[in-house]
């Protein structure tokens, strides 16, 4: 079974810019999709960005223009740019893969997840 292993967050200054990064134990070509996800202690998951195996990119609203979602296939690896960081990116970021077809319009569509790095922005 493939896994997940997601790394780079921190804290960072409003305004500012993090690079999270997921390897796979695998070919990332496993899966249909893979993507991030986020969340904020009492709140519900939310999907940030996911990206289709054609290389299609999909983001929330609240991050668009601001994250960018790329991956390097030699190193089984993608990557969330985020840049413009706002108080309210804060939260736990999870990487997350789904080998079903179609894009997921919610968290639960998703079935294999990192273990979650947290994000903090704060001045």
């Known amino acids: 079974q493939v896994q997940l292993v997601d790394s780079g967050g921190g804290l960072v200054q409003p305004g500012g810019s993090l690079r999270l990064s997921c390897a796979a134990s695998?070919?990332?070509?496993?899966?249909?999709?893979m993507g991030w996800a986020r969340q904020v202690p009492g709140k519900e998951r939310e999907l940030v960005a996911e990206?289709?195996?054609?290389?299609?990119?999909k983001y929330v609203d609240s991050v668009k223009g601001r994250f960018t979602v790329s991956r390097d296939i030699t190193k089984n690896t993608v990557y969330l740019q985020m840049s413009s960081l706002k108080p309210e990116d804060t939260a736990v970021y999870y990487c997350?893969?789904?080998?079903?077809?179609?894009?997921?319009?919610?968290?639960?569509?998703?079935?294999?997840w990192g273990q979650g790095t947290q994000v903090t922005v704060s001045s």
């Open positions: 997350i893969a789904k080998r079903t077809p179609g894009w997921g319009r919610f968290t639960r569509d998703y079935d294999y």
């Open positions: 695998g070919s990332i070509f496993t899966f249909n999709y």
């Open positions: 990206m289709s195996s054609g290389g299609y990119i």
